[in-house]
């Protein structure tokens, strides 16, 4: 007998998710895969000055109505910047993304002196209308 089939069907089932059924909700839910974009921090690191470079944001619509963006708002500092989207509708169950930029323009070294912003996500979310995405990011030298 050969473990090969078992394996191999252990795996697919394991990059399948198997029986974890995501909740569906009666109006439109925005969920983002995450709450932060720290361009480099999360792994102890940054941008280098003057170079930019970009990070991408999943929007999932987890209703069962259509989730509409009506804007998505960028604060903060200067060295950010995003795609111009300003308003789309996401279909059930469906998912767009974001895209955000960030460009350096000096050194910094520590919390204190990093860059920061927020991406604020406007739409007719029942439970987040007002979803916030915090922006971090660090200058390293070249």
Do not use: W
């Given at each position: ?6 394996l191999l ?5 394991l990059?399948a ?23 480099g ?8 000055v ?7 944001l ?9 989730l ?16 111009n ?9 469906k998912?767009?993304?974001q ?10 070294s ?5 860059f920061k ?6 739409s ?19």
């Amino acid at each position: 007998m050969s473990l090969r089939p078992v394996l191999l069907g252990s795996i697919l089932c394991l990059l399948a998710g198997c029986g974890q059924e995501q909740q569906i909700y009666d109006n439109p839910h925005l969920i983002t895969d995450r709450d932060s974009l720290g361009f480099g921090l999360e792994y102890n690191s940054g941008a280098f000055v003057g170079t930019e470079v970009s990070d991408t944001l999943r929007i999932d619509n987890r209703g069962s109505q259509n989730l509409v963006i009506s804007s998505v708002e960028l604060t903060g500092d200067a060295v950010f910047r995003k795609d111009n989207v300003t308003s789309t509708t996401i279909a059930p169950l469906k998912y767009a993304f974001q895209v955000v930029y960030f460009k350096p323009t000096k050194v910094t070294s520590s919390e204190a002196d990093d860059f920061k912003g927020q991406l604020v996500i406007h739409s007719n979310s029942e439970t987040d209308p007002d979803k916030v995405i915090t922006l971090r990011g660090r200058g390293v030298k070249p």
